[in-house]
């Protein structure tokens, strides 16, 4: 596996993130302990693109309201949802089952 200097790793993230709010891809999951720049990686590309994401930020919710969450913006031409800091969403199996249909569902304009 190759290893990527610090900065390397942040500008594939912020790459990514960007395929995002381009919508190639439905989604994408930034998971990694405190430290490493995800969510400053997150708002450089939103803010390098000039949008605004909507978004849930150190919050708790259950699988309802994320559900509810995710109903709200399954509009294609919504703006991107960036759930951050929501650690202990990961531990609940429904939510999880509930992310991973919400991105894996729908393919993006590239076909991912």
């Known amino acids: ?3 990527l200097k610090f900065e390397e790793l942040q500008e594939r993230v912020v ?4 395929r995002v709010i381009d ?3 439905t989604g994408l999951i930034i998971v990694g302990p405190g430290g490493l720049g995800k969510s400053y990686c997150v708002a450089r590309a939103f803010e390098e693109e ?3 994401a909507a978004g849930c930020f ?3 919710t259950t699988p309802l309201g994320l559900y ?3 109903y709200q913006f399954k509009d294609r031409t919504a703006p991107p949802l960036v759930l ?3 650690e202990k969403i990961y531990r609940d199996t429904v939510v999880v089952s509930l992310l ?5 569902g729908l393919k993006g304009k590239d076909g991912r």
């Open 84 to 86: 951050d800091d929501m």
């Open 15 to 18: 790459r990514l993130v960007k």
């Open 68 to 70: 509810h969450l995710l």
């Open 1 to 3: 596996m190759e290893k």
């Open 58 to 60: 150190n919050s708790y």
């Open 23 to 25: 919508k190639r891809h």
């Open 50 to 52: 000039k949008i605004s």
């Open 100 to 104: 991973r249909a919400a991105t894996g």
